[in-house]
């Protein structure tokens, strides 16, 4: 178990501001409009040589019903409950308000840490406000700035004793062996670098039908499944189905995720990073400044991810925002899943999942093969297919096929249908070889590469996905022609 910090606090007063600081990333959405943060974030923070995990919450308000603002302090109580200490942050340049004092009472009967941290305190002006925390009667305020980076140093006198703590409970933990104890993420110079954690590839060697020998790559890495589609669809519900807990807020109310939250999480032992995002509207539609924000942060996490799972609504399938979405995680590169939520309201599933693939189809043709997956992300009904696929197409999307394999491949395939004539000499395309995996791109040294046309091209993939069983994932080929070593040289009279 890792050391664990939650910033706690009523709305706008800076946590995710100083979540961002003590990650040294803007992970979290920050805006002067008040709760922003509605699910709680996790992060690896460091203060001077301390790293630590850090939880990021929804501000507290006095709400116990299922309205989105309990479900936000649900969240933050959560996170409380979880944490090892606690940052109670308060806003110095408005004083204290009931909602502060209301809180500090609640934290008092708890026995944890608290810490009080004036927030905005950028001066003197803001020094009334400092004074007033002391009257919550939970020791000494650290005056800061999350936004300016000022007071640090105070929030390392705080962690220290916490963390030295840890630190010796760590080494202990090594010493007797507990490997329940152990926290593998943990940094210490004088402790062992073996920390047990996985491994990037684990390599074996095999031979092909020549005798070469080809290494073959075991990827044992962490996988990076984002969960997208429009809003109220059902990805916040599909994260806390796989996870098996109410780890982000669901409800029939669209557009409850604002932020993109990331799991670490393990399925059959491999390490995946599950990141639930906000829902994407048409850019038309689109006038709240918040919802701008959690529309290019998901678009942040479509670059960075590896697997993208396009969530639809079985009652409204595949309009145009969601194939403007599957062309964009496409033109990243990256490998997709199409996953229609609520299937059990279908009543016509043939015709329903026919129109699909016919679409799908004729708008995806550079990535014929696409999975669909059918299942009720709420009752979870279908839902455990979902990643025995992921593990499927990223496994596809990663291969990597000797250079022996793709020249004969080629030699026979050109054979099949020969290249065009071009000002009366035909192209050649004389050798082969892929340039990269993740996805899959090749380079083919031929004449004339600027001549040959996108529809021989379009045929030399739809030949690799087909013999190389690559279906589903885009496929990328790069042509480039031979230099002529002559062709600058002046012919001799």
Not at 57 to 78: P, V, Y
Request: aromatic share 8%.
């Amino acid at each position: 178990m890792s050391l664990k910090v939650a910033i706690i606090g009523r709305p706008n007063v800076g946590k995710s501001t100083l979540f961002n600081r003590l990650v040294g990333k803007k992970l979290a959405l920050v805006d002067d409009q008040p709760g922003v943060t509605r699910d709680r974030r996790y992060g690896k923070a460091r203060l001077g040589h301390m790293g630590f995990d850090i939880i990021d919450t929804a501000g507290l308000e006095e709400a116990f019903d299922d309205s989105i603002e309990g479900k936000m302090r649900q969240q933050s109580e959560m996170a409380f409950e979880e944490c090892d200490i606690a940052f109670f942050l308060i806003d110095a340049r408005a004083g204290l308000t009931p909602l502060d004092n209301h809180f500090a009472d609640w934290l008092r009967k708890r026995k944890k840490p608290v810490y009080v941290i004036a927030n905005k305190h950028e001066g003197k002006d803001q020094d009334a406000g400092l004074y007033e925390a002391y009257g919550l009667g939970l020791g000494d305020v650290a005056p800061i700035s999350a936004e300016h980076g000022l007071g640090m140093e105070l929030l390392i006198d705080i962690m220290r004793p916490h963390w030295e703590e840890y630190r010796d409970k760590q080494r202990k933990a090594r010493q007797e062996g507990d490997l329940a104890a152990i926290d593998d993420d943990f940094e210490d110079d004088e402790m062992d670098e073996d920390d047990g954690s996985f491994p990037s590839f684990e390599i074996e060697y095999d031979e092909d039908d020549e005798g070469e020998e080809e290494v073959v790559r075991k990827d044992n890495s962490k996988i990076q499944l984002a969960i997208v589609g429009r809003p109220n669809v059902g990805k916040s519900t599909l994260l806390n189905q796989l996870l098996g807990e109410n780890r982000v807020m669901t409800g029939p109310q669209a557009g409850l995720t604002r932020d993109s939250i990331a799991v670490d999480w393990t399925y059959e032992g491999r390490p995946i990073r599950l990141v639930d995002t906000a829902g994407m509207r048409r850019k038309k539609k689109i006038d709240d400044r918040v919802e701008k924000l959690s529309v290019t942060d998901t678009l942040r996490v479509i670059r960075y991810a590896q697997v993208v799972v396009i969530m639809l609504d079985a009652t409204n399938t595949l309009d145009k925002q969601d194939l403007t979405i599957a062309r964009m995680v496409l033109e990243e590169g990256r490998a997709l899943i199409i996953a229609v939520n609520k299937w059990d309201a279908v009543k016509d599933k043939a015709g329903v999942m026919s129109a699909l693939r016919d679409k799908l189809d004729t708008s995806f043709a550079q990535a014929k093969g696409i999975p669909i997956l059918t299942f009720s992300a709420l009752t979870g009904r279908g839902t455990d297919s979902l990643m025995p696929t992921v593990l499927d197409i990223y496994d596809i999307w990663s291969r990597r096929i000797p250079t022996s394999q793709l020249n004969r491949w080629l030699e026979a395939i050109t054979e099949r249908h020969l290249p065009p004539v071009i000002s009366g000499r035909r192209i050649r395309l004389r050798y082969m070889t892929q340039a990269k995996s993740r996805p899959p791109s090749f380079f083919i040294n031929c004449s004339k590469a600027a001549e040959l046309p996108e529809s021989y091209t379009r045929y030399l993939i739809n030949g690799l996905r087909e013999d190389f069983d690559m279906p589903g994932v885009p496929i990328r080929i790069y042509l480039r022609s031979s230099d002529n070593p002559y062709g600058n040289k002046k012919k001799k009279r």
